[in-house]
T-cell receptor, first 117, second 115 residues
Framework: SQTIHQWPATLVQPVGSPLSLECTVE??????LYWYRQAAGRGLQLLFY??????ISSEVPQNLSASRPQDRQFILSSKKLLLSDSGFYLC????????????????FGAGTRLSVL | AQTVTQSQPEMSVQEAETVTLSCTYD???????LFWYKQPPSRQMILVIR??????QNATENRFSVNFQKAAKSFSLKISDSQLGDTAMYFC????????????FGTGTRLTIIP
């Protein structure tokens, strides 16, 4: 079965410090990968998605970037955190184009709560 | 652009009762998918139910069912025999039907099941 891992679970960082959040998926190949952010009391907003290694699409301009160095690894980064980067970050995956699994379903990790102080 | 609206910020219901959460959406697409996700206090997003727009039959998953009204662009979630473990935020979400597109979420409904 497929599993998605996201870490760390909680992170407190000072303004201006760098950020690296990691997400990995097991049990599948060529997944589509997504980073979402959830502000307090609100729904999720898509930040980045990737359909393959090195292929990143950005949904909103921001202080963050994403990379996909390996097929099942997705990293969210920042060189200098802002106060407005605080929030809950969720990674998700969905079956890739060549998968036999039911598509159009996204499965989420447990999330990372980021506090920028 | 697609939008998803959940007009009930909070709801509460007695255990074992039935509750219906509302969702409306706006799109010009004809092929799309609709979802209900549950976010318990642990904050992990859990898929509750999925509906394909081209299917007229309403999706059901055990105690969870939807009322999908395509013409009215309405997609409500009914929870029967509610349980304490159903306490969570519930998000309605929309996805276009071509490839693995992004999910557009509503703002959520906080549901509390009262013992």
């Amino acid at each position: 079965s497929q599993t998605i891992h996201q870490w760390p679970a909680t992170l407190v960082q000072p303004v201006g410090s760098p950020l690296s959040l990691e997400c990995t998926v097991e049990g599948t190949s060529n997944p589509n990968l997504y980073w979402y952010r959830q502000a307090a009391g609100r729904g999720l907003q898509l930040l980045f998605y990737s359909v393959g290694i090195g292929q990143i699409s950005s949904e909103v301009p921001q202080n963050l970037s994403a990379s996909r160095p390996q097929d099942r690894q997705f990293i969210l980064s920042s060189k200098k955190l802002l106060l407005s980067d605080s929030g809950f970050y969720l990674c998700a995956w969905s079956p890739g184009a060549w998968s036999r699994s039911i598509k159009n379903i996204q499965y989420f990790g447990a999330g990372t709560r980021l506090s920028v102080l | 652009a697609q939008t998803v609206t959940q007009s009930q910020p909070e709801m509460s219901v007695q255990e074992a009762e039935t509750v219906t959460l509302s969702c409306t959406y706006d799109t010009s697409e004809n092929n799309y998918y609709l979802f209900w996700y549950k976010q318990p206090p642990s904050r992990q997003m859990i898929l509750v139910i999925r509906q394909e727009a081209y299917k007229q039959q309403n999706a059901t998953e055990n105690r969870f069912s939807v009322n999908f009204q395509k013409a009215a662009k309405s997609f409500s979630l009914k929870i029967s025999d509610s349980q304490l473990g159903d306490t969570a935020m519930y998000f309605c979400a929309f996805m276009r039907g071509f490839g693995n597109e992004k999910l557009t979420f509503g703002t959520g409904t906080r549901l509390t099941i009262i013992p």
